[in-house]
């Protein structure tokens, strides 16, 4: 369960916004994976403390020592108006100006993830701007939490250590399904609606399915490029369409056929949107960290087939096949 090395902080980093080569669809990680799958609000510490703007530094500084943390928040009724840190009480100390206020030394400008944002993003923003700690929002932009490296860490390893506990006999009861099942042909059909600008809970469907997946005994790297698809194209359900859609799964013995379907607003030019970084994502979508025009490009290095069908005003049906050889074959065989 456990991978068997820890990912470069480039690997990290680099999946979301740019191309995933073949090397990289058949060497996807668990805790890359998990970094699009874990939420930030699952990791983030919520319970803060927290500063004023006319607070004096040398009670802030007593709050980090006591606490021992390294930064707070400044909140001014109830919103949220900027961030101290030890470094700055450190300026301040150097000029001997414990008793300034916070506001004196405080930074207002503020790098922000959303606490519906995957791991991912927030990882994003730590290797862009080299901060320590970022601070959580919730969807209307008030304090939500802090999250660190060291949060996401251990989110990682609480996370593993579940997989460790549970996967186990999950497993063994879905990998035995089909026993006793007689037929010319077996399939197992996973279907999920999938609402429109569902933030919050995107990528959940795609999480369950790469779960089933690896319940019903598929090759791991089977199940990470099958989650990698289906969690873009959940999302472009969510970003692009005006009232969501169905994701639905097919699993066979020896494929394992996604697809999405929806009811509009249609795709103009197939050929466009297949090329890397185009997008049509609004300004608002694009602010939140999604649309950076890699999803189909992604999808269509994860699979061994993708065909679009689409219609200006109608909608777009999105099929994506992975071709399975017999020695990586579930165990939902034909009997």
Known sequence: MTPSRAPTEQELYGRRGRLITDRDANKISRVEELAYELKV????????????????????????????????????????????SIEDIVRAMEKNELSAPVSQYMTRTLLTVSNYDSIIKAL??????????????????????????????????????????????RRYRASHLFEDIISDRTTLVLRY??????????????????????RLGADPQIARRCGIAVYEAEMNLIIHTTSGGILKLEVEPHRITMSTIDEGPGIPDVKQVLQAGYSTASEHVREMGFGAGMGLVNIKRCVDTMEIESAVGKGTKLTMRIHVPDEESTETKEK
């Open 41 to 84: 609000y699952e990791v983030m510490t919520a319970e803060l403390q927290t500063a004023s703007p006319d607070m004096p530094l040398s009670k802030v500084l007593e709050i980090l020592r006591v606490n021992r943390i390294s930064g707070v928040p400044v909140v001014q009724d109830d919103q949220l108006a900027g961030i101290l």
């Open 193 to 214: 609606r999938i609402k429109s600008q569902d933030f919050i809970h995107g990528g959940n469907a795609s999480g369950n399915i790469k779960r089933a997946l690896l």
């Open 124 to 169: 994003q923003a730590f290797n862009d701007s080299r901060l320590g700690r970022l601070v959580v929002v919730d969807e209307r932009g008030r304090l939500a939490g802090m999250i660190t490296k060291g949060d996401i860490t251990r989110g990682f390893l609480m996370a593993l250590q579940r997989d460790y506990k549970e996967e186990e006999v």
